[in-house]
């Protein structure tokens, strides 16, 4: 999932930009592809700030059940 929003955001340079976070900070997230519950709503209120469209939804992985 966090790779979905770095790259909304143009990428871990941009996203470190845009959201005041340190470039190394965000290549983490993108490393583990994930984004920690104390920051999700930083970014989901500066996307909306930017015009970027992200959902909650995006910060959690979608497993497609089989049977």
Known sequence: PAEKIIAAFGG?????????IGLTTVQYWHKIGWIPVQRQAHVLTVAGNLGIVIFKEDFFPTYQLTG
């Open 12 to 20: 871990c340079k941009a996203a470190s930009e845009r959201l005041g």
